[in-house]
């Protein structure tokens, strides 16, 4: 592949998130902001404090809601601090919102300070009820008590030592009356640490199953329809430490995806203490055990084979090991090249030799190599068992070249990989096919790592410098990025790169495959939309490592052509997905859009029932 080539094929287009569009005075715009505070305390005393004003808002908006349901808030305690399980209560008490519900339930506490705070609670405020366990049964039986003594239609759920903030009700009931089809609705949460400061916030992805299956990303503010939670029997006992996770998953299965709804503020404050989760994970270290059996039983619920395992890179999470069918598929390798022989030669020297997966088949589709070693190298080559070599003298068009690949594919498997990709382990291949011959599955992409060790695709961030950019791009290894955001869990995205994609060739035939009009950035995004379009999911794995040796093929985008060209298919994707651009599920409306992101939005992009607090 020749150097200018490299810099318009190279092969752009299945790396096509990468390439940036912004726009003129972004950079001058991007340094001003720098010199600013955007510590998360800046951010909390700007956009997330409420103050007279806001309350007034709050209120009057609450009056034009259609309903205002009873939510009932199950508060198990047992032996706690007196001081914080009084703030916490008070939390409850200070709620703009006032239809609700408290419903405690004492495990027996040793300490006989607690029923006597708890009955002067109750006695003081007829929407507090309270129970008081004459034996002591854990969290799972001491939940269900005080789930027993609920009336209202929405159940949310409360630890002893946290805090809600004052509007966290009223968001629910907005989010209620906009969805009113809605059976689960969960909020973005944060930490209090020891001096009482707010910190370490989780702004969570919208609905992602794929994601649950490795941590609770539902947690906490979760509010459940209650004739839900009575349908799956309550909490189950026999999972403490992870009873609250369990009750997510089972509850799950009865919505469809359009019933859960994420609510993107800070509407649950967990306390740092001694022995808490919220301090340290394996303050508990029965709660991941009890986990992943309730993902395991989840599982077989769902009819889904599969083991549940610890995250390798971080023992409290966990991972789904999805079986192959009986018989694998054949999958069929597409490999678009032109010259730059020792990327091919060490692309697929590295499949052969590292792949543990069969059977496969090897096509690659030659864009017009001149280099006489090159020539020799695929002549050779395509005389070889499984391997098919393919001539295209036409103009570089890497969405022709995909699918003029996947009409010649045998297999039921269609994976698109860059000549510059080098595999690095075994089971790279296996990841990907179990999880794409799921049958809610569309496509399925890789964690691509630069050789220097950096990350170079985590999944794609729709808006993210213009139209689309990769997820924690050139972030080094870490089990948890910025926000409380992680790389080291499959999760569902928006988009993954098609350097390394793997999707059911059926699907892509029911597409037309990729979008010809892109021909060389943008097609994997715009392949990924249309099949979020008929509900397929996308799911991005940390399981399938390849290392991308992208400065070898790609040059920086310095040509006019270069530019113009990106600039037009911007342009189209921009007319063509304009909405979806604008609001990625998967990336919190309270992150930046700028540079490499996961940093804090100045100000947030919150809309609907997430902006009550906004003066009208």
Not at 346 to 367: G, H, K, V
Request: glycine share 6%; charged share 25%; with cysteine.
């Amino acid at each position: 592949m020749s150097d200018s080539l490299a810099r318009t094929e190279g092969l752009v287009g299945q790396d096509s998130a990468t390439r940036r569009h912004r726009p003129r005075g972004e950079t001058i715009e991007l340094n001003k902001r720098a010199q600013v505070d955007r510590s998360y305390a800046a951010w909390v005393k700007e956009f997330d404090t409420i103050g007279g004003r806001e309350r007034i808002v709050i209120r009057r908006q609450l009056r034009a809601l259609s309903s205002l349901p009873l939510i009932s808030i199950v508060l198990p305690v047992y032996n706690p601090d007196l001081a914080l399980l009084a703030s916490a209560i008070d939390s409850v008490r200070a709620q703009i919102y006032q239809n609700w519900q408290l419903c405690i339930a004492d495990d027996a506490s040793t300490n006989p300070g607690v029923a006597l705070m708890l009955q002067k609670y109750a006695a003081s405020d007829a929407r507090i009820v309270l129970t008081l366990r004459d034996r002591n049964g854990h969290i799972a039986a001491c939940s269900n008590s005080a789930l027993g003594l609920a009336a209202g239609q929405w159940i949310a759920l409360l630890d002893q030592d946290d805090l809600l903030p004052e509007h966290a009700l009223a968001l629910v009931a907005a989010a209620i009356n906009s969805h009113p089809a809605a059976g689960l609705i969960y909020s973005d949460e944060d930490k209090i640490d020891e001096n009482g400061q707010r910190c370490r916030p989780y702004f969570k992805s919208d609905w992602n199953p794929e994601l649950l299956l490795g941590q609770n990303c539902v947690s906490h503010l979760g509010v459940y329809r209650h004739t839900v939670v009575r349908e799956v029997g309550g909490f189950r006992e026999g999972l403490e430490g992870s009873q609250d996770y369990d009750l997510t998953l089972r509850c799950t299965e009865k919505l469809r995806p359009t019933q859960i709804r994420h609510i993107p503020r800070v509407l649950y404050h967990w306390r740092m203490i001694k022995g808490s989760v919220a301090a340290a994970a394996e303050a508990k270290p029965y709660a991941p055990v009890a986990a992943r059996r309730a993902i395991a039983d989840h599982l077989q619920r769902r009819g889904i084979a599969g083991r549940v395992e610890s995250c390798p890179e971080n023992r409290e999470w966990h991972r789904v090991v999805y079986d192959l069918p009986q018989l694998p598929p054949l999958v069929s390798i597409i490999i678009p090249t032109r010259d730059r022989l020792p990327l091919l030669r060490r692309c697929i020297r590295s499949i052969r030799e590292e792949t543990l997966y069969s059977p496969f088949e090897i096509i690659i589709m030659d864009n017009g190599s001149a280099e006489e070693e090159t020539r020799r190298f695929l002549q050779s080559i395509g005389q070889e068992t499984n391997v098919t070599v393919v001539q295209d003298e036409g103009e570089f068009n890497f969405s022709r070249l995909i699918n003029r690949g996947a009409e010649l594919a045998r297999g039921e498997i269609l994976a698109f990989l860059n000549n510059d990709i080098e595999a690095k382990e075994g089971n790279w291949l296996r990841e990907m096919v179990s999880n794409a011959v799921r049958a809610e599955v569309g496509a399925v992409g890789a964690r691509l790592w630069y050789p220097d060790g950096r990350l170079q695709h985590g999944g794609v961030v729709l808006g993210l410098n213009g139209v689309a950019s990769h997820a924690f791009h050139r972030f080094p290894p870490q089990p948890i990025a910025p926000m409380h955001r992680t790389f080291v869990l499959a999760q569902n995205t928006s988009a993954v790169t098609a350097a390394c994609m793997v999707t059911r060739k059926d699907i892509f035939s029911d597409l037309d495959g990729f979008d010809e009009n892109l021909p060389g950035n943008f097609n994997d995004v715009d392949f990924c939309l249309r099949l979020r379009e008929r509900d397929w999911l996308i799911v991005w794995t940390p399981y399938a490592n390849l290392i991308h040796h992208e400065s070898a093929t790609r040059g920086r985008d310095t040509d006019a052509n270069d530019r113009e060209q990106l600039f037009r298919e911007a342009s189209y994707m921009e007319k063509k997905w304009s909405a979806q651009i604008l609001r990625d599920p998967y990336y919190s409306p309270n992150l930046s859009l700028h540079s490499r992101g996961f940093d804090l939005a100045f100000p947030p992009r919150w809309e609907n029932e997430a902006a009550i607090t906004e003066a009208e």
